[in-house]
């Protein structure tokens, strides 16, 4: 039976509340807990652009990232960020950018590039007016969207090495676009008290499948200008992207992260055996990726993707926020596949590195927004919706969007959550790298989780839990070794409540292993939880309960526990097992922001997704890796 310690009952919980307040000791030094957004896009994103979104610039995102009031490019009421964030990255689609705002306010550029020939015509004619003004922008977005065909067929004829429809060349107006990013950044960044990160984001959807990745760099803004920001018309393959961070990196000194997101809508090549050039994923691919791939954005508006109900079909918590679509002009049915989610993905990394030596797919996890308004927010009864468009209720079935989704559909998602040793672009990118990362769906949940060999229930009552969770073993990110005389693992997990968010329901560990004849499984085991109740036949604890008033979407927390903490070891572990375990932390219910909606519409019930939803944290993994016989 694992030791468990709730706030409810226990006293230990003000020592563990001591113990993640105060900063600790790291493998590499003092590490404390930042919130941010990795993935934000403004004005001078196209599509955020096209949804009315013509006043928040990367100035204005930085301004209410920081709790700075700004007015709201649509509504025009100001808004604040109650609690600031630590940290930014303004990601706009390289694609095209800045060129919509630049058309709209400053007239047609000299200069054209593949789609802006179009757009000059639709100009001149005055559609481009109509789009943005009239709110025509779902069916230009609709042509805009690949088809539903091969991604891999796709591909080839889309910017294949450089030479598909849109040649790779960066006209005057994206060259200052960057510029104007760059700038902002700069002027915002203020070490050890807010971190401006520089960023953009790579847009490859090839036949709908989803390759997106937002791609950061710790280089100040002097590094940055030396660079245009490859996007996916250049090429559509990651590969590509990965070896232009190379030739980057070597001639700028400046190091590069390559996060991934909306795995969930990847058509299963996110996470791939073969990749979308119809190469097997060897050694080299593996050791590639993972030289700029550490981390996952597991949580974000389009949905979450860590796991499916399909794919996982005996956890109970897996059918969450689910956004069933793929992003193409045609409307096609979805199809949840391993590539395409964290869970299955972490799995077949395992296998994928017993047979080539190398594991692809070990990555850390953070959450972030994908917000088109400039405006990070992730609060259910605040939700400020994925484009300036879909703001308020009434407009959420026009936001420029794909198939079925529309605004009713999106998810108010996530924070990204790091233990830096500070606040600089350094540190955060350091922690990146060593993935001692994790996500939620928007809370601020507190979460430490170490593994190692010798944790025991006393060091819950440790002044400094971190302090020993780092002395006696690694944290999430990392990776043990060989069992000492085949003992099983120990884990040591503490987890607080977002102080002006809800009670926590559970603790859990996923763990996924490789069995000896090569085949892959998972199991979630509930490690801690609040009150009194206790687990079933099924090993399962039974549901906390729900205070949710769906006639005022309004809930108490007189369920549920302010801290939970525990000592867990593995009863399932074999030492010849490859494996890898990683913390989920559950809230009790809360209301989901389309009761918010329905009830502000005087609609009683939301026209699309659950009333409730359980906001919760992901931690990266750690991994047990046997050595080689």
């Given amino acids: 039976m694992p030791s468990r310690r709730s706030s409810v009952t226990k006293p230990a919980v003000l020592a563990a509340?001591?113990?993640?307040?105060?900063?600790?000791?790291?493998?590499?030094?003092?590490?404390?807990?930042?919130?941010?957004?990795?993935?934000?896009?403004?004005?001078?994103?196209?599509?955020?652009?096209?949804?009315?979104?013509?006043?928040?610039?990367?100035?204005?995102?930085?301004?209410?990232?920081?709790?700075?009031?700004?007015?709201?490019?649509?509504?025009?009421?100001?808004?604040?960020?109650?609690?600031?964030?630590?940290?930014?990255?303004?990601?706009?689609?390289?694609e095209f950018i800045g060129a919509m705002r630049s058309i709209y306010r400053d007239g047609l550029p000299q200069e054209g590039v593949g789609i802006i020939d179009s757009i000059r015509n639709w100009f001149v004619t005055g559609q481009i007016r109509d789009v943005i003004d009239d709110g025509q922008g779902p069916?230009?977005?609709?042509?805009?969207?690949?088809?539903?065909?091969?991604?891999?067929?796709?591909?080839?004829?889309?910017?294949?090495?450089?030479?598909?429809?849109?040649?790779?060349?960066?006209?005057?107006?994206?060259?200052?676009?960057?510029?104007?990013?760059?700038?902002?950044?700069?002027?915002?960044?203020?070490?050890?008290?807010?971190?401006?990160?520089?960023?953009?984001?790579?847009?490859?959807?090839?036949?709908?499948?989803?390759?997106?990745?937002?791609?950061?760099?710790?280089?100040?803004?002097?590094?940055?200008?030396?660079?245009?920001?490859?996007?996916?018309?250049?090429?559509?393959?990651?590969?590509?992207?990965?070896?232009?961070l190379e030739e980057t990196s070597a001639a700028t000194g400046a190091r590069f992260l390559s996060i991934p997101h909306n795995s969930n809508v990847s058509k299963g090549f996110m996470f791939p055996d073969?990749?979308?050039?119809?190469?097997?994923?060897?050694?080299?691919?593996?050791?590639?990726?993972?030289?700029?791939?550490?981390i996952m954005e597991v949580t974000q508006i389009k949905g979450d993707s860590e796991t499916h109900p399909l794919l996982s079909p005996d956890d109970e918590f897996a059918d969450f926020e689910t956004f069933p679509f793929h992003l193409q002009g045609d409307a096609q049915e979805y199809l949840p596949e391993a590539g395409d989610y964290a869970r299955s993905a972490l799995g077949r990394g395992l296998a994928s590195g017993a047979a080539i030596g190398i594991n692809p797919f070990q990555f850390g996890m953070i959450?972030?927004?994908?917000?088109?308004?400039?405006?990070?927010?992730t609060a259910e009864d605040d939700f400020g919706g994925k484009m300036a468009t879909d703001s308020v209720p009434e407009r959420k079935d026009d936001i420029v969007t794909s198939g079925d989704a529309t605004g009713w559909t999106m998810s108010a998602s996530g924070l990204a959550a790091v233990w830096a040793e500070e606040n600089t672009r350094e540190a955060i990118v350091d922690a990146m790298h060593r993935r001692e990362t994790y996500g939620t769906s928007g809370p601020r949940i507190?979460?430490?989780?170490?593994?190692?060999?010798?944790?025991?229930?006393?060091?819950?009552?440790?002044?400094?839990?971190?302090?020993?969770?780092?002395?006696?073993?690694?944290?999430?990110?990392?990776?043990?070794?060989?069992?000492?005389?085949?003992?099983?693992?120990?884990?040591?997990?503490?987890?607080?409540?977002?102080?002006s968010g809800a009670n926590l329901d559970r603790?859990?560990?996923?763990?996924?292993?490789?069995?000896?004849?090569?085949?892959?499984?998972?199991?979630?085991?509930?490690?801690?939880?609040s009150g009194e109740r206790q687990p079933g036949a099924d090993g399962k604890v039974p549901a906390v309960g729900n205070t949710v008033d769906l006639e005022t979407a309004r809930y108490a927390n007189s369920i549920g526990a302010t801290s939970l903490s525990t000592v867990w070891e593995d009863p399932s572990f074999e030492a010849g097992q490859p494996a890898f375990y990683y913390v989920r932390v559950i809230e009790i219910p809360t209301p989901r922001h389309t009761l918010y909606d329905a009830l502000a519409l005087n609609r009683g019930t939301p026209d699309y997704g659950p009333s409730t939803i359980q906001e919760r944290a992901y931690t990266s993994p750690i991994w047990y890796r046997p050595q080689a016989e």
């Avoid at 004005?43 to 301004?63: E, G, I, Q, T």
């Avoid at 008290?193 to 002097?222: C, K, M, Q, Y």
């Fill in 17 to 94: 509340a001591v113990a993640l307040a105060t900063l600790s000791p790291a493998a590499s030094g003092d590490t404390k807990l930042l919130w941010g957004d990795t993935h934000l896009h403004t004005s001078y994103s196209f599509d955020a652009f096209f949804n009315n979104n013509l006043s928040v610039d990367p100035d204005y995102a930085y301004r209410f990232a920081k709790g700075i009031p700004v007015m709201h490019p649509y509504h025009r009421a100001w808004m604040r960020l109650e609690v600031p964030l630590d940290f930014l990255v303004v990601s706009d689609h390289a």
């Fill in 139 to 244: 069916a230009f977005f609709q042509g805009v969207l690949p088809p539903g065909a091969d991604p891999r067929e796709t591909a080839a004829g889309e910017g294949d090495d450089g030479d598909g429809p849109f040649p790779p060349v960066a006209p005057g107006v994206f060259r200052e676009a960057w510029s104007e990013i760059v700038d902002a950044a700069e002027a915002h960044n203020r070490p050890g008290v807010f971190t401006s990160l520089i960023g953009w984001e790579w847009t490859s959807t090839p036949g709908g499948a989803n390759l997106h990745r937002v791609v950061l760099t710790d280089g100040d803004g002097e590094v940055a200008r030396t660079f245009q920001p490859m996007s996916s018309i250049e090429s559509p393959y990651p590969e590509d992207l990965w070896a232009w």
């Fill in 274 to 294: 073969i990749t979308l050039r119809g190469a097997p994923v060897d050694a080299d691919h593996a050791r590639t990726r993972m030289r700029w791939e550490r």
């Fill in 367 to 377: 959450g972030s927004t994908d917000s088109h308004s400039g405006l990070s927010t």
């Fill in 446 to 499: 507190r979460v430490r989780f170490f593994g190692g060999w010798e944790f025991s229930e006393a060091d819950l009552e440790a002044v400094d839990v971190a302090a020993t969770g780092y002395g006696k073993g690694v944290p999430m990110g990392g990776e043990l070794g060989a069992a000492p005389d085949g003992a099983a693992p120990r884990f040591l997990a503490v987890a607080h409540k977002d102080p």
């Fill in 507 to 529: 603790v859990q560990v996923v763990k996924g292993w490789l069995d000896a004849d090569g085949g892959t499984h998972e199991r979630v085991f509930d490690v801690a939880w």
